[in-house]
């Protein structure tokens, strides 16, 4: 369907609303209305002509066969679809037959709409369609609705027909109705001041996506195929597929099955319509969330392609994917290696705010082993740019993307322009998985960039401004099917156009986080400052120090804090201070407010017994304040101690270092120990363990929190000569923590296609600068009305 006239039928449809619906429902509740009368007019069209052998089924099978329930399958037969309507009623003879008795109309139509199969009520059912109908019945405006509907001005069946004055009307597909769908949501939601919220797929990228998928095995594709979206909106994507296969690569003993899964029950019946339009069996549509359930976990696809909702957050379905952290669907937990090699079962969730990786696990998921299936699986799917680099190393996303391209399944990623998509500006991405790939992409992924290719519209469709044009498609997949770089061109002013391709290996895209440490070097000194702030938590410390100042040693009374609580509460929010529920419990406990006493009254002694002499050797500072402590009544933990130690020293350069531990290291641990860090016995001190001087001794040392750097380190690279060459230079004394090394993966285009642009010469600035001063005189001059020459000779 062109854009002429999918506008046409648009505003045909909106002036059905207007006309009719303007004094029953708010503008923004026309969609209520018009949606389901537009997928049951569809659907109506198609029974028209059977009408009678369906009818004449039902009388054979009562009369003759005496039958107490009517044979689903033979009267679909008889209807030539998938569904049928048993009542004597279409929406023509409705209309047809209608007086101005609104409730006569109100009950043959709803007779029509019970006779209808399960399949269709179902839709009847999520549509809402009878209480619809009911409230135009009461408002007397039924009938001029449906009077619209059957106008032979209007064509909403998948077949072309001609109007009264012989004008074609062209059909309504599916992907033309997803683009009706589409316009009118969006005009729908503009009247409530809402956002559509879904990004429908422009029918170029469909047929681009499909073009990636099927073109490279014309040759061998099979006679059974099955095509999966598990985010299939109105089923265009399906439906496309199935026609692109048909229309291109036909053979008469081909059988193409559709499976898919919507949320949206308005998406979702319209998508389940159409199937039944098509042909296809409507009962592998299924609605409800495709990441809280797995419906086809059994089944695996040949292809799948989609266009998930991207920057949607999945907190809502958490429950149904991890349990107190821990990942309970398998679809969305991988088995990756760590550093040395070990195998390790990690996390393939991405953070709760963009849920868009979680469905390209659940194709990857559904993908056919080679073992099973010659060709494997392919997938199309469409992302936003965060897939590409969000989620750090060993995150949820990193690792969606590191098992995807360590199993050679990433084949190729193609960047599309900007204002693409109806309801997003932002730049996309189609990424296309294999898990067959022949052998001269094998541990290949090929990045096209494609942004530059496009055509401008006439006329913005939301946020759409561009599509392709036949001949970017054409050019796209020639790129992807040669598989090989290509450099970007440059026009006469150095702007880059056209289209841009590199081949890279899967490790290209890997990297090593690691943490680079250097020694905690600390000077210590006790003072009634710095040990006054032990009196409260540090992470409740304003109301705290409010409430001590306000009520004094009463915070320490049984049940005073938990009698006052609500006036503490009101004091929070008036300051604008929040506390969740642990806090408030810590708050609101006398038993945790005279524990830290107890460490303020421990500090008092040590800063009693040891003096306010500056240490410049925090090892030595330590020693004291143990010797201290040992014999006295205060029986203190590990972080009530360093508690009291962090409260009175701070990172100094030229103090000493802190030691953390001597070890012992000879024999088998020391071999041990060298095999773990893959390192020679001199080069341990780059790896933190320091010798003494004595025979076997080494020294490690703690680590400063605040000088602690994180590199990224190419997989390609050694983590030891990167140290070497680009830390131990700048900073002698840093060393590798090799135990914080993850591996990561991200993919950036940018890196890999920007282009540099020289800015231009001073001269050229000035030229243009002087350039456009004296057009500014002239411009002021006119204004004026003064002649600039006279001006300038009086001067």
């Known amino acids: 369907m062109d854009h002429s006239v999918h506008n046409k039928l648009v505003s045909f449809i909106w002036s059905i609303a207007d006309d009719c619906l303007r004094d029953v429902y708010v503008r923004g509740k026309y969609r209520d209305v018009i949606l389901p009368m537009v997928v049951l007019r569809r659907l109506d069209t198609l029974l028209e002509a059977s009408k009678e052998a369906v009818l004449e089924e039902v009388k054979y099978q009562k009369e003759e066969m005496e039958a ?10 008889a209807s030539g679809q998938v569904f049928y309507n048993i009542s004597k009623w279409t929406l023509q003879s409705l209309k047809d037959t209608a007086t101005n008795n609104q409730q006569i109309l109100l009950a043959n139509f709803e007779e029509y709409l019970n006779g209808f199969s399960a399949n269709v009520k179902e839709i009847i059912e999520l549509f809402e ?41 062209p059909a309504l597909t599916n992907l033309g109705m997803g683009y009706v769908f589409e316009e009118l949501i969006r005009k729908f939601n503009e009247e409530n001041n809402e956002e559509a919220g879904e990004h429908f797929t422009p029918r170029e990228v469909i047929e681009l996506m499909t073009h990636l998928v099927f073109d490279p095995i014309k040759d061998s594709l099979p006679l059974t195929i099955s095509i999966y979206d598990p985010a299939c909106g109105s089923g265009g994507m399906l439906t496309e597929s199935q026609n692109f296969i048909d229309e291109k690569y036909p053979a008469s003993n081909r059988d193409i099955y559709l499976f898919g899964k919507e949320i949206n029950d308005e998406t979702y019946a319209i998508c389940k319509s159409d199937m039944m339009i098509k042909g296809n069996n409507p009962e592998n549509i299924k609605v409800g969330s495709t990441l809280s359930t797995d419906e086809f976990a059994s089944d695996r696809f040949d292809f799948m392609l989609s266009n998930p909702p991207y920057g949607k957050s999945w907190t809502s379905e958490q429950k149904n994917i991890k ?66 680099f969000t989620g750090d190393a060993g995150g949820g996303e990193s690792n969606i993307r590191r098992f995807i391209i360590e199993n050679d399944m990433l084949d190729a990623i ?54 392709f044009a036949p001949e970017h498609i054409e050019e796209i997949t020639r790129t992807y099917l040669d598989c090989a770089a290509i450099e970007r061109k440059l026009d006469e002013n ?64 049984k049940g005073f804090l938990k009698a006052i609580s609500k006036d503490i509460i009101e004091w929070c929010d008036e300051n604008d201070i929040s506390i969740n529920a642990k806090a408030k419990v810590k708050l609101l406990d006398e038993k945790y407010w005279q524990k830290l006493r107890e460490i303020l009254e421990a500090a008092a002694l040590l800063m009693a017994e040891i003096g306010s002499e500056e240490f410049n050797d925090f090892n030595l500072f330590k ?34 270092k802190v030691v953390k531990k001597v070890v012992k290291l000879s024999g088998s641990k020391l071999d041990e120990l060298l095999d773990h860090l893959g390192c020679s016995k001199d080069q341990l001190p780059d790896y933190g363990y320091y010798p003494t001087g004595k025979a ?11 000088l602690r750097d994180a590199e990224s380190i190419p997989l390609k690279d050694s983590i030891y000569r990167y140290f070497l060459a680009e830390v131990k230079p700048h900073v002698d004394e840093a060393w590798i923590n090799l135990d914080s090394t993850k591996i990561g993966y991200e993919i950036s285009f940018n890196k890999y296609f920007y282009q540099h642009k020289p800015l231009r010469s001073l001269e050229e600035v000035a030229k243009d600068i002087i350039g456009l001063e004296q057009k500014a005189e002239g411009l002021i001059a006119q204004i004026l009305g003064i002649d600039v020459a006279d001006v300038q000779g009086e001067a």
């Open 68 to 77: 107490t329930e009517l044979d689903d399958e033979a009267l679909k037969h």
């Open 494 to 557: 150095n702007d880059p156009i056209g289209i841009a391709s590199q081949v890279f290996d899967n490790g290209d895209f890997g990297y090593y986080k690691v943490t680079i440490e250097r020694p905690d070097r600390r000077k210590a000194k006790f003072t009634p400052e710095a040990i006054a702030s032990l009196r409260f938590d540090k992470s409740l410390s304003e109301v705290m120090e409010h409430l001590f100042e306000l009520h004094g040693d009463k915070v320490y009374e």
């Open 323 to 388: 349990d107190n952290g821990e990942i309970i669907d398998p679809r969305f937990k991988v088995e990756l290696k760590d550093y040395w090699g070990n195998k390790e079962t990690a996390d393939a969730t991405p953070r709760s705010s963009d849920g868009q990786l979680l469905f390209l696990m659940e194709m990857v998921s559904k993908m056919k082993s080679p073992d099973v299936s010659p060709l494997g699986s392919r997938i199309a799917s469409v992302h936003n740019g965060s897939s590409l």
């Open 623 to 656: 020693d004291k304040v143990d010797a201290v402590l040992k014999p006295s009544k205060f029986k203190l933990t590990g972080p009530e101690k360093n508690a009291i130690l962090n409260a009175v020293s701070w990172y100094d350069e030229s103090a000493e």
């Open 129 to 169: 369609l009878k209480s619809k109908i009911r409230h135009m019945a009461g408002k007397d405006v039924l009938l001029d609705v449906l009077e619209k509907f059957v106008s032979p001005y209007i064509n909403l069946t998948p077949n072309p027909a001609e109007d009264p004055e012989g004008n074609k009307l």
């Open 414 to 467: 193609v960047q599309l322009p900007n204002n693409l998509f109806y309801n997003t500006g932002i730049t996309t991405y189609i990424w296309l998985l294999n898990n067959k790939k022949p052998a001269n992409r094998k541990g290949k992924v090929q990045l096209i960039d494609a942004s530059l290719l496009y055509r401008k519209l006439r006329k913005n469709l939301g946020n759409k401004n561009c599509e």
């Open 696 to 706: 076997a001794e080494y020294v490690t040392y703690e680590a400063s929190t605040d």
